[in-house]
């Protein structure tokens, strides 16, 4: 996820909070009004020999005041979150950006909303003596101030429990402080001292009517906010990116370079079968990685805990910092093409078009902007010409193309790629990877799986061996050597370095004569 600037999101709070109260305004204008002229009937009807002044403004003129009224209220509140928003960048675990907003405004209207109201339901306006109303609303304001500090306290306990658990544990951990803190908060503030004297059912019908406006007000707002963020977002990762990442990027153990991706003594199993074992490894920003070994080895299981799609049963996957806990944002990933249904009804713009799926906004359509990106990447890829096909009839390098533009939709910041020059021909295979080189270029880091040790592994700059475990990792010249690749296949390998070509053999048969040439081996 990327880092917001302070600006993007006050903008964005203002903005939706301006909306979400003329939403709510609307509601209040339709249904809550209505109630509040019915309450002023009934209390000149009670007190018939009361004088009643004439107010200077019509009432008609009053309730649309009260509209723009709340769209400024909107402004005020957005303003604080944005403020409280920008200071605290909070991240839920497995929520996108959009969805990220969305829960942070869920949160904030429990605590500055809905909670106090528990506790403190509002009254229909002239009910109740003016002492009372302003001890009420006092209550009112300190329970909220309260409640700021029980988050407070859920925060602390939050960064205490950081390293002892993470993803949902760590959430739920702070979520039960924080349930702790309110249960007490509820049950320790004074009880409700303005007195009610009306119809039953009207302050019933009031009172609802105003909890269904303060929960669609944050509803709205959240809705609101993640999609303006989630824009703004779209919009930063449309400038150009900054060149060729330093040289250090190629070392991920070399210090001050910190990790996009991060797996932690990571374990995953399918049932009571190891899969993965006591897995730690780091990727730079901007590095190029290739994952071999042979089947069954955990490659593809490996891939997918990067995608938050396996859970591991031990240690932690990190992507920029952040513990993975359902699909993060800012990862591409294009599958092997075997797993592919490719009887599924879909033409080729449809299918790369579901790479901004998450990310569409309110509407099941395309806009004309993300159409026309679909389309320069197709002309980028080669594909230009191919959109209204259907993707079974299309060859194998397209059909492999056709999911790398789909990752690319996104503008991932990591592309995971799962045997991504597997049944292609030589020239796709170049094609591929040369376009990989490219990505890699532009800062994007690139981590794949690969069976092809010759033709692809051998090319990459950073190659990891996995075998359940990680047998070796390094650049493919200090890597591929007998010893190592014999341990990760757990067959006779054998390695001929012929000047800078390195060429990996499996059977013993094919070197004899590779020392009549001057070749070696290593």
Known sequence: MRTLSTREILLAALLAGILAGLVVGALQYVAIEPVIERAIVL??????????????????????????GLGLYGLFVGLIFGVAYALAQPRFPGAGLKRNAFLAA??????????????????????????????????????WVLSVGCV????????LLQGRLTGRPLAAAGVAVYAVCAVLLYVLMPPNPDPVEMAPDLVFRFRVLSLIGIIGFWIVFGLLFGALLQ???????????????????QHP??????????????????????????????????????????SGSGKTTLLRTALGLVRPVGGAVLFEGWPIDGP?????????????????????????????????????????????????????????????????????????????ARALLRQPRLLVLDEPTSGVDIRTRHEILHLLGELQEQGTTILLSTHELNAVASHLPYVVCLNRTIIAEGP??????????????GAPMHVVREGDVTVVVDHPDLLVGAGRHGSSTA
């Open 43 to 68: 209390e000149e009807a009670a007190h018939p020999a009361a004088e009643h002044e004439a107010p200077v403004v019509s009432r008609e003129v009053q309730r649309l005041f009260l509209v723009v």
């Open 106 to 143: 869920l949160a904030a209207g429990w605590l500055v909303g809905a909670f106090p109201f528990l506790k403190y339901p509002a009254n229909p306006p002239g009910v109740g003596d003016p002492e009372t109303i302003t001890y009420r609303e006092t209550l009112f304001v300190l329970f």
């Open 152 to 159: 407070l306290v859920a925060a602390w306990a939050h960064r």
């Open 231 to 249: 824009r703004f977002d779209q919009r930063a990762r449309r400038q150009p990116r900054p060149g060729r990442p330093p040289t250090s990027l």
């Open 253 to 294: 153990d070399r210090p001050g370079s910190p990790p996009i991706l991060e797996f932690r003594r990571v374990r995953c199993s399918y049932g009571h079968e190891p899969v993965l074992e006591n897995v730690s490894l780091r990727i730079a920003p901007g590095q190029f990685v290739g994952l071999v070994g042979p």
């Open 328 to 404: 993060p944002d800012g990862v591409g990933y294009v599958p092997q093409l075997e797993t592919v249904d490719w009887t599924f009804p879909a033409t080729v713009e449809e299918v790369v078009l579901m790479g901004q799926a998450a990310c569409s906004g309110p509407w099941p359509w395309a806009g004309r902007r993300s159409r026309a990106e679909v389309r320069a990447l197709l002309e980028r890829l080669g594909l230009d010409g191919l959109a209204g096909r259907h993707i079974r009839d299309l060859s194998g390098g397209q059909q492999q193309r056709v999911f790398l």
């Open 476 to 489: 493919p010249a200090a890597v591929f050597t007998d010893a190592t690749l014999s341990e990760l296949y």
